[in-house]
């Protein structure tokens, strides 16, 4: 059985966290890399069933043979589906704690604690102009990042909820226990060896 090419789980690093697009382009090309062609995948893992030319119900096959038998889908699951999915924990969970840490390298801070210096000194009269006492301040960059992490955490329960679904109905004996409960036998397991 051939496993996909899983995307490499990325150096973890405040930098990785804090560019722009990595973090989200790690966890897209993971997902797609595993996630995506899941269905495509445990099909290919489906036995082919054996043709006899003196039996013709060999030309339609059951619908159990339908089904990835629950062996192969063990061993997919633990070499290639849990492992992606515990990278992209690692990452979210990693710039989870980056988010709520103190950021001493943030660029902006000096231009933030300027503005708000200016807007202190700011002398707004509200009847002539009722907007002008209106002040946004710039959103720190910690702020942004555990943003963009609690929307991906959230996009990734609906990618594995989905997934786990799809492997519910392929695997033989699939579907018994919820993707989280499964997830964590599997990382108990990993902890034994």
């Given at each position: 059985?051939?496993?996909?090419?899983?995307?490499?789980?990325?150096?973890?690093?405040?930098?990785?966290?804090?560019?722009?697009?990595?973090?989200?382009?790690?966890?897209?090309?993971?997902?797609?890399?595993?996630?995506?062609?899941?269905?495509?995948?445990?099909?290919?893992?489906?036995?082919?069933?054996?043709?006899?030319?003196?039996?013709?119900?060999?030309?339609?096959?059951?619908?159990?043979?339908?089904?990835?038998?629950?062996?192969?889908?063990?061993?997919?699951?633990?070499?290639?589906?849990?492992?992606?999915?515990?990278?992209?924990?690692?990452?979210?969970?990693?710039?989870?704690?980056?988010?709520?840490?103190?950021?001493?390298?943030?660029?902006?801070?000096?231009?933030?604690?300027?503005?708000?210096?200016?807007?202190?000194?700011?002398?707004?009269?509200?009847?002539?102009?009722?907007?002008?006492?209106?002040?946004?301040?710039?959103?720190?960059?910690?702020?942004?990042?555990?943003?963009?992490?609690?929307?991906?955490?959230?996009?990734?329960?609906?990618?594995?909820?989905?997934?786990?679904?799809?492997?519910?109905?392929?695997?033989?004996?699939?579907?018994?226990?919820?993707?989280?409960e499964a997830v964590a036998k599997w990382e108990s397991g990993r902890g034994r060896k």
């Amino acid at each position: 059985m051939s496993l996909p090419q899983e995307a490499q789980p990325p150096a973890l690093t405040p930098q990785f966290c804090f560019h722009p697009t990595a973090l989200q382009d790690f966890l897209r090309l993971s997902r797609a890399t595993t996630d995506d062609p899941l269905l495509a995948t445990l099909n290919a893992l489906i036995p082919p069933t054996p043709f006899s030319p003196k039996n013709p119900s060999t030309l339609r096959p059951t619908r159990s043979s339908h089904r990835v038998p629950s062996a192969t889908c063990a061993t997919y699951l633990s070499g290639a589906l849990f492992p992606a999915w515990h990278a992209r924990t690692q990452a979210l969970t990693y710039c989870a704690s980056v988010a709520t840490s103190p950021d001493p390298d943030d660029p902006e801070l000096l231009a933030r604690q300027a503005e708000g210096m200016r807007d202190r000194e700011r002398v707004v009269d509200e009847r002539l102009d009722p907007y002008s006492g209106r002040f946004f301040p710039q959103e720190p960059r910690t702020e942004e990042l555990a943003r963009k992490v609690r929307a991906e955490r959230g996009i990734e329960g609906i990618v594995r909820g989905r997934s786990w679904d799809v492997i519910g109905g392929r695997c033989e004996g699939g579907g018994g226990v919820g993707w989280e409960e499964a997830v964590a036998k599997w990382e108990s397991g990993r902890g034994r060896k």
